[in-house]
């Protein structure tokens, strides 16, 4: 089962958990709540559940992204690149396949909330929300990444308040517009 906590302000090794002292957890009703971030676990030997989330929700194209050293060009370059605070135009979706990392989520009063996720995880992150990734300590996933139509891929670090799906993202929060799926 996926873990949420609000994190400490260590801006040291982004690769350890950040715990508050003492630790402050998240549930998944007040993850949604507080930021629109949905999250499901998707047995790895039955993915018809992901089958479903995929055709209800329009995900039309995959492609896989293993982030290791060993795999992923520029390694360092890109760790760095993707814990840079950030958001999209369109929702992130991420399957793990295997290994695990964390996922770093603004909550409504731009507090971090950090989620980890692991094998079988699938966290959808809505557009407009200020995020990062960056691995555990484990320094390996391998995930899938869905996207509706063509790929779009593109950060727009902070800040980016001016942008529509920001301001979007704040007006349907602030009016509980976002629908919690349950599948």
């Given at each position: 089962m996926v873990k949420a906590w609000f994190m400490d302000n260590n801006p040291e090794n982004p690769c350890t958990e950040h715990h508050k002292t003492p630790p402050e957890y998240v549930s998944l009703d007040d993850l949604?709540?507080?930021?629109?971030?949905?999250?499901?676990?998707?047995?790895?030997?039955?993915?018809?559940?992901?089958?479903?989330?995929?055709?209800?929700?329009?995900?039309?194209?995959?492609?896989?992204?293993?982030?290791?050293?060993g795999c992923l060009p520029n390694f360092e370059e890109k760790l760095k690149m993707f814990y840079q605070e950030h958001l999209h135009t369109d929702e992130e979706i991420r399957y793990v396949l295997e290994g695990s990392g964390y996922f770093d989520v603004r909550d409504r009063n731009?507090?971090?909330i950090r989620i980890q996720v692991n094998r079988g995880d699938l966290i959808i992150i809505p557009s407009g929300i200020y995020h990062r990734f960056t691995l555990d300590t484990t320094?390996?996933?391998?995930?899938?990444?869905?996207?509706?139509?063509?790929?779009?891929?593109?950060a727009h670090n902070r800040p980016a308040d001016e942008m529509e799906s920001r301001r979007e993202y704040l007006q349907k929060l602030e009016n509980k517009q976002f629908t919690q799926k349950i599948y």
């Open positions: 949604f709540e507080s930021t629109a971030v949905e999250y499901f676990y998707i047995n790895p030997d039955d993915r018809s559940k992901l089958d479903i989330i995929r055709k209800e929700r329009g995900y039309s194209y995959e492609d896989e992204i293993n982030c290791s050293e731009d507090k971090w320094r390996f996933i391998r995930t899938k990444r869905y996207f509706v139509g063509e790929p779009v891929w593109v």
